[in-house]
């Protein structure tokens, strides 16, 4: 099996920052990308930013120039760094990933936990 630990959200003021990281454990044969979503209550869960494993980013319109995702391949950690939060970036901040178990010819979706993030105005 694949886990993923969420750490890092927690409650701040508008126009603060927070960094997020997610560290992928298990059997792990190889990773492909690796993203962050995000649920506000009521609300569909949406796209955040996603990283290929070339390095190459994608990011949702709302967080573009706020928002950058990276991460460790060595470690098999995705983070993403928010700067300037809005009080609409309140949500539930779920890491995802496409990887492959070990033994395994076809990857598989995994998903985190979750982790709060709260922006008050």
């Known amino acids: 099996q694949v886990q993923l630990v969420e750490s890092g959200g927690g409650l701040v003021q508008a126009g603060g920052s927070l960094r997020l990281s997610c560290a992928a454990s298990g059997s792990i044969f190889s990773i492909n990308a690796m993203g962050w979503y995000r649920q506000a209550p009521g609300k569909q869960r949406e796209l955040v930013a996603v990283i290929t494993n070339s390095g190459i980013r994608n990011y949702a319109d709302s967080v573009k120039g706020r928002f950058t995702i990276s991460r460790d391949n060595a470690k098999n950690t995705v983070y993403l760094q928010m700067n300037s939060l809005k009080p609409e970036d309140t949500a539930v901040y779920y890491c995802?990933?496409?990887?492959?178990?070990?033994?395994?010819?076809?990857?598989?979706?995994?998903w985190g936990q979750g982790t709060q993030v709260t922006v008050s105005s």
């Open positions: 995802n990933t496409k990887a492959t178990k070990s033994g395994s010819y076809y990857p598989g979706v995994y």
